[in-house]
Structure formats: C-alpha cells, structure tokens
C-alpha cells in the first residue's frame, strides 16, 4: 500500500465519499491554498491518484482552477476503498448502499510519523519517549503532541509504568 501523507490521504477521502468522485472543493478541516494546494494536488496527480478527466497524457499538469479533478482506481486502492460495481446496489437504495460504505472511507491507521509512532507504541513492550523521538527525528515535546494527536483520533495510548521503564502502549480495544 503506497504512503499518503495525511492531507493526502483526507484529500482522497473526501473525494470517494463524493458521487462523482471530485477532488475539489478541499475539505474545510483542510486548510491548504495557493501553492501548497497545488504541490500536493501535482504529486496525487504525478503517483496517478487523480487525473484531470481530460485524457490527456501524463505531461498535463493538473490545475486547481477547474474542478475537473477525480480520483482514479488506483487512488481509491491506495486508501482502501473498494472500487464499486458499476450495477445498480441490489436493494435498489443508493443511500443505505452508499452510508455502508462510509465507514470504509476512513483510513485505519495514519501514514507518515503519526504511524511509526503509531507502530512503536504498538509493540507487546511499547515504546519509550526517547525511542519514539529517535524514529522521528522530533523533540521530545513535539513527540508527546504527536501522542495526543492520536489519542484524538481515537487511539488508546497509554504511559505506562513497568519494571521501571516508563513506556508508552497502544491498548487495544477489548
């Protein structure tokens, strides 16, 4: 499975909940203008992720002026979404068809540094504070952001004391 970045991966989302698979507008919780806009919509385009849906080749450059941008399969496949069937749902109810799909939309686990730290904590031992800076490259106190960005997101992780060793742990959901 290809790395995303996070804004990427929210990008792609965004876009296979929409019907005609449209990358823009940007999400709001997405606060990406300008050029940043464009460097990652240029590497989703450059990885084959998104295409302009002109068919012209792989020399386009991708523009966010138009909002010709969608999602390719093989964008849908990097985050997870089962490319759907192009029959019409078997109940005949494209609502209840597409909010079963809902849930799938969401990536299980980060990409990036949230996901070696998410992989270090993971551990049967976990992983001390100065271990997870080090995979990182982080300070210690951007370190423990990262760790409360997680449990924002819905991670259970946990400082735990054993042995003497202070070691953070994701505790899985019983």
């Not at 290809?2 to 999400?27: F, G, K, M």
């Not at 464009?38 to 991708?62: I, S, Y």
């Not at 080090?134 to 054993?162: E, I, K, N, S, Y």
């Amino acid at each position: 499975m290809p790395r995303l970045s996070d804004t990427q991966t929210i990008l792609l989302t965004a876009a296979a909940a929409r019907p005609d698979l449209r990358l823009l507008p940007v999400p709001d919780r997405i606060r990406l203008k300008g050029g940043a806009l464009e460097r990652t919509v240029k590497a989703l385009f450059d990885r084959g992720f998104v295409t302009d849906g002109t068919g012209t080749g792989p020399t386009a450059q991708p523009t966010t002026d138009s909002n010709r941008l969608v999602v390719t399969p093989k964008g849908l496949a990097a985050i997870g979404v089962e490319i759907p069937d192009a029959g019409p749902p078997a109940s005949g109810d494209c609502r209840s068809a597409r909010r079963s799909t809902d849930a799938s939309l969401r990536p299980d686990r980060p990409g990036g540094k949230l996901g070696i730290l998410l992989d270090a904590v993971a551990r049967p031992t976990g992983a001390t504070l100065d271990e997870l800076a080090t995979a990182t490259a982080w300070l210690p106190h951007t370190t423990r952001a990262a760790l409360a960005r997680l449990r924002q997101r819905g991670f259970d992780v946990r400082l735990v004391t054993t042995d003497g060793r202070k070691a953070y742990r994701l505790v899985e959901a019983a």
